[in-house]
């Protein structure tokens, strides 16, 4: 049984950039990636990152967040630049391992973006 540690989180101003970490305990992952969840709202996707380093990208984000991971570490990473208070959520890790397909959720950290 995995688990999924994040770090990272916290409070920034408008326009700012902030580096979300996911540390997953054992295994192997084919899909590493985030989702976030705003008050009132579904969680949605943010960014995946196979194995394979092909990258999936939310609309909302394109081109100021960047999914990045380390294999060798279990550890995935997002780094959000250009941060909006539409930004604001708690963010979950997420990971599919293989061969079981079993999917792995983090416990969310909280980012907010405000001035």
């Known amino acids: 049984q995995a688990q999924l540690v994040e770090s990272g989180g916290g409070l920034v101003q408008p326009g700012g950039s902030l580096r979300l970490s996911c540390a997953a305990s054992?295994?192997?992952?084919?899909?590493m990636g985030w989702y976030r969840q705003a008050p009132g709202k579904q969680r949605e996707l943010v960014a995946t990152?196979?194995?394979?380093?092909?990258?999936v990208y939310a609309d909302s984000v394109k081109g100021r967040f960047t999914v990045s991971r380390d294999n060798a570490k279990n550890t995935v990473y997002l780094q959000m630049s250009s941060l909006a208070p539409e930004d604001t959520a708690v963010y979950f890790c997420?990971?599919?391992?293989?061969?079981?397909?079993?999917?792995?959720w983090g416990q969310g950290t909280q980012v907010t973006v405000s001035s």
């Open positions: 054992s295994g192997i992952f084919t899909i």
């Open positions: 997420y990971s599919k391992a293989w061969p079981t397909r079993t999917d792995y």
């Open positions: 990152i196979t194995i394979g380093e092909n990258t």
